[in-house]
């Protein structure tokens, strides 16, 4: 919904996310102000600016590395405390007026994306700004588009609202490692943000989530408005391990823990929890006793995991769909549990399905081209150890993608020897396949089936039956497919090929296009690729278009890419001729358009 200026409109008491955003070469610094009934601030405390950029009790907090040319705050209504009856958002500029800046709008999300804009045109050359605020209105709460200006700047609007300001520089507090001062989970750039003026899902920011105490404001004392870097002191050793970001004896405090980000110390501290079942591991509170014996849980912390999970779920499924399980995003997500104190087993729990739906899609890109890689299933593996995930489901899929492989190793030329003894072979000849067939004559009055042994060499292929035999060299195959329970092998002349039924046709076949590839390996192309390879941009496309199941009956487990038109019959390896078939279905549809 677009506000114009003066108008107003209803916001759900929900968490939510404001997002200033302009296009010219400015810097913005986002503000709040919480105001009682009187229509001020009830203390110094109440201003959320730079220097302090978490209110004491959550309710507001700036997001400090917000992506380019944008402001953002993070405001959480349900936690704004009962006597703040007004949220004032403002903004300030250094350099320059409000009246040189282009394309300046503020935005509100919540959880399902933009839901109110505001335009400000013909801004007033000022250098403070009030945006508009959040007030309450019958128990609900409403946001009022204002678009008024200060002259003299941030001071002069503070005081405005009863902020007591000092000209006195003062140093600001230090940075906590995933709200304040450090990259958020989500960092600028982020390939799911289509526009950083417009986040597709702002409010899922988990700043507002973290709950160490605030930056100190004053106490008692003017509020200092200056920016100034702290004193630089010689940094404490690293912890024993230092590339894992977590939780660690405080080196200038052991009684209580510090928070080490893998590069550096960071100001975030907290207590050490008292040992045993009696206080939260969590938090350290006493936990309560059941009335008929037990511990209860510790009530606030489950409420703020749960909360904090349900935000982490839909970012560590973004990252997992863009990057799989691994690189620095991957590594912050779990930093960021750890950083909550949540167990990461509770994280893989709520992640499960996602990792389960990830590591379908992952095994159905593999198979679009029916070859498998040593790195996709390197990935593969990587993948489920990473997720823990673990079932008859993974089992499955760990048996497909390793006999995929060996199928691939097959048809690349990477053959096994064998030894048959009492058989007759040719100066340099290895056998590869000795085992039971069938071979199929089509004759005038039916197939003619003949039970014996085939033999696959690095020279020919051999069958040997009850009184018969048939000999066929590689120069004379052009090549081999299955139907079914069958081998099919196609010659240079219309009654040189031959069909064998075998207990393992795949196999079979495989090993065979791999002994043509190498008895030719002279006229192929070396690595070249069959046209059955799909590009991973073709993939994303035909599974995104698809939802990620099977277009016939719906099922999203043991997925295949399926040509429409098979290649067999001229069709392309194109998004408009694939389409996602379950293993049941494409089997179904064989090669029947």
């Given at each position: ?99 040189d800046l282009t394309g300046l709008s503020l935005t509100i999300h919540d959880a399902h994306g933009p839901m109110h804009g505001f335009t400000i045109e013909d801004a007033d050359p000022v250098t403070a700004l009030m945006f508009g605020e959040f007030y309450r209105r019958d128990g609900q709460w409403r946001f009022r ?274 030894r048959t003894p009492g058989l007759h072979l040719d100066p340099e000849e290895k056998v590869h396949l000795d085992l039971p067939a069938v071979h199929v004559r089509q004759l005038a009055r039916g197939p003619r089936l003949t039970e014996g042994r085939l033999i696959v060499s690095n020279k020919k292929l051999r069958f ?130």
């Amino acid at each position: 919904m677009k506000l114009s200026k003066g108008a107003n409109a209803g916001v759900p008491t929900s968490l939510l996310a404001v997002v200033v955003s302009w296009r010219s070469d400015h810097a913005v610094d986002a503000h709040a102000l919480l105001l009682g009934e009187s229509g001020t601030v009830r203390t110094d405390r109440d201003l959320v600016f730079y220097n302090a950029p978490r209110h004491v009790s959550q309710a507001v907090t700036i997001d400090q590395e917000p992506a380019p040319r944008t402001a953002r705050l993070s405001v959480s209504l349900p936690r704004t405390e009962q006597d703040v009856h007004r949220i004032v958002i403002t903004g300030s500029v250094d350099d320059g007026t409000f009246a040189d800046l282009t394309g300046l709008s503020l935005t509100i999300h919540d959880a399902h994306g933009p839901m109110h804009g505001f335009t400000i045109e013909d801004a007033d050359p000022v250098t403070a700004l009030m945006f508009g605020e959040f007030y309450r209105r019958d128990g609900q709460w409403r946001f009022r588009a204002i678009a008024q200006g200060w002259s003299t700047g941030l001071a002069g609007l503070v005081t405005e609202f009863g902020v007591s300001v000092d000209e006195q520089p003062r140093t600001p507090h230090p940075a906590d490692p995933f709200g304040d001062g450090r990259a958020p989970l989500v960092p600028a750039g982020d390939p799911y943000r289509s526009d950083p003026a417009e986040d597709a899902n702002p409010a899922l920011s988990h700043t507002d989530l973290l709950d160490q105490p605030p930056a100190p404001r004053s106490n008692g004392r003017p509020v200092d408005l200056g920016r100034r870097p702290a004193d630089p002191a010689p940094p404490p050793p690293p912890p024993p391990n230092p590339e894992l970001a977590d939780w660690h004896s405080d080196p200038e405090n052991p009684a209580g823990l510090r928070w080490w980000d893998g590069n550096e110390w960071t100001g975030a501290t907290r207590r050490r929890p008292p040992p045993g079942e009696r206080h939260c591991a969590r938090c350290g509170n006493p936990r309560r006793r059941k009335l008929f014996g037990g511990l209860a849980p510790c009530h606030p912390c489950a409420t703020e995991t749960e909360e904090f999970l349900t935000h982490w779920h839909t970012q560590a499924w973004r990252v997992l769909t863009a990057n799989g399980p691994r690189g620095p995003e991957w590594a912050a997500l779990w930093a960021s549990l750890r950083y909550q104190r949540i167990d990461e087993n509770a994280g893989r729990e709520a992640l499960r399905d996602a990792a389960l739906s990830y590591v379908e899609r992952l095994v159905a890109f593999t198979f679009a081209d029916g070859e498998v890689e040593h790195d996709e299933l390197a990935a593969f593996e990587h993948a489920v150890k990473e997720l823990a995930l673990a079932g008859p489901l993974i089992e499955d899929l760990r048996r497909r993608m390793h006999r995929g492989r060996t199928l691939s190793r097959l048809r690349s030329g990477d053959l096994p020897v064998i030894r048959t003894p009492g058989l007759h072979l040719d100066p340099e000849e290895k056998v590869h396949l000795d085992l039971p067939a069938v071979h199929v004559r089509q004759l005038a009055r039916g197939p003619r089936l003949t039970e014996g042994r085939l033999i696959v060499s690095n020279k020919k292929l051999r069958f040997v039956g009850d009184g018969t035999g048939t000999e066929l060299p590689w120069s004379r195959v052009v090549s081999v497919q299955t139907e079914q329970d069958t081998v099919v092998l196609a010659a240079t002349s219309a009654r040189g090929g031959a069909t064998f039924t075998v207990g393992d046709p795949d196999y079979v076949a495989a090993a065979l296009e791999g002994a043509l590839r190498v008895a030719k390996r002279l006229i192929l192309t070396p690595g070249q690729r069959d046209t059955r390879s799909i590009p991973q941009e073709v993939k994303a496309e035909v599974w995104q278009r698809d939802g990620g199941k099977c277009v016939e009956c719906g099922d999203s487990h043991y997925l295949e890419f399926d040509h429409i038109i098979p290649l067999s019959r001229g069709g392309a390896t194109s998004a408009t001729n694939l389409q996602i078939l379950c293993r049941a279905c494409n089997r179904a549809k064989g090669a029947r358009i």
